[in-house]
């Protein structure tokens, strides 16, 4: 018998938690090699570190730390949101822990974006 896919599970709060934490962990994996490449430029002596610094005052590398922020906030609150599902006794409460945890990484976003603005 061939399943269908039903849609309304997709309008759930737990397939929005579950997808976020899923492609946020995707764009951390992404820009982990570019972090490595920028951490090596300290590699080739501290010129070579001092011109990609200077690049990170553009205004765009600022975006890019704030978008990073979130994506740490939004991965770290989705993680513990499952492990407190997966190890705690929820009773229901998954609603309560997916608000709690976009919450906190909105809180985190717009404390780091806040610390920019100085």
Do not use: C
Not at 51 to 73: C, N, V
Not at 77 to 105: C, N, Y
Request: aromatic share 12%; hydrophobic share 55%.
């Amino acid at each position: 018998m061939k399943r269908r896919n039903d849609q309304r599970a997709r309008a759930h709060a737990v397939y929005w938690a579950f997808l976020t934490h899923r492609l946020s962990g995707l764009a951390l994996a992404l820009f982990l090699p570019f972090h490595f490449w920028a951490l090596g430029q300290a590699l080739h002596g501290a010129a070579g570190l001092d011109r990609f610094l200077q690049l990170t005052d553009h205004p765009l590398f600022k975006t890019a730390e704030w978008g990073l922020a979130i994506l740490l906030s939004l991965h770290l609150a989705g993680g513990v949101r499952l492990l407190l599902i997966e190890f705690g006794d929820t009773g229901g409460l998954r609603k309560d822990w997916i608000a709690i945890a976009a919450g906190f990484a909105t809180v985190a976003g717009l404390a780091f974006g806040l610390s920019l603005l100085q």
